[in-house]
């Protein structure tokens, strides 16, 4: 026997997965974790017995529920899904996924499209971020289509703008989780932050890269993963996430001067793979590092004058803008971040879960 759990099928920025209501899913997390496994075909290096795309970025689930709380129209969980351990870690953000959860919310009658342009309030539960996302809403409905164009997603779609609320310390407790700018670990300058996504910054030129090398070239230096998962596995108690062996966080970023006309390149390591763009919160992060004199990007970065700071983060496939506003009085002080996602519904209907591997749970 198999049970049918609804979901939608979506791309949110460049992640893609699964979008469930938390009701449709066992509400203990054994079982929930269980069943997400097998949703997506986990473990296994191709998911080839799920919806698993064989890569981190395209295993990854959206469970969604409405607001609980004023002033919050929808909670959002983000589940990063091993690809080939069972494992599901739902300590991190992911800002991409996030992009899809006001189409889902809509979609599903969730909540309502409020005019041409709808505003909402999400809380990402991972850790407890507050975001307002505008989706274009033509005639009540969601509008997919359009003129924006991200890199790592071909074509163009409708815009989808975010506005992150308090992300300073959301994962780590603080912005610079270890107190410092700069700490060396295993004879690295690193610089550790979190606004919005736990990062290690490291320069590339420190471990005898450029930085400018493809992910799979990077993916195939075993001598530098090694090496940059050394300063993890330290880096992650300094940051107040305790042993990150079995974690997605922190994420491990190589940094260098940019080459594409952009203000910083990036190589990102999530943790143990070269990330084929550069997540959300993660390129929030390293453009807040940026801007800050004494951290080890913004001594590689190209700061652009005025407030507010339009930085755009190089990656492997093309480039992210971030746009961040200082604090009038005090301009090392960052407190607002936006950016541009683009996200798209692709498939409407069930996925079967073998109903012996999971419990329902209790409600």
Known sequence: MQRAIPCLFMRGGTSRGPFILESDLPADVESRDAALLRIMGSPDARQIDGLGGADPLTSKVGIVRPGRTAGVDLEFLFAQVSVTEARVDTTPNCGNMLAAVVPFGIETGLVEARGEV???????????????????????????????????????????????????????????????????????????????????????????????ESREQLNGNSELKKAIEAIRLLAGPMMNLGDVARKVVPKMCLVAPPVAGGNISTRTFIPHDCHAAVGVLGAVTVATAAVLPGSVANHLALVPVGNPKTLSVEHPSGEFSVVLTLDPQDPTTVIGAALLRTARLIMRGEVFVPQNSISRGKR
Do not use: K, W
């Open 118 to 212: 709808s505003t909402l309030r999400v809380l990402t539960r991972n850790t407890g971020t507050l975001s307002d996302i505008e989706v274009q809403t033509p005639g009540g409905r969601v509008e997919y289509e359009g003129n924006a164009r991200i890199d790592g997603v071909p074509g163009t779609a409708a815009p989808i703008n975010i506005r992150f609320l308090e992300t300073a310390g959301s994962v780590c407790g603080s912005l610079l989780p270890t107190g410092r700018l700069i700490d060396r670990i295993g004879g690295v300058d690193v610089t550790c932050m979190d606004n919005g996504m736990p990062v290690v910054m490291m320069a590339a030129q420190a471990f005898g890269v450029t930085g400018y």
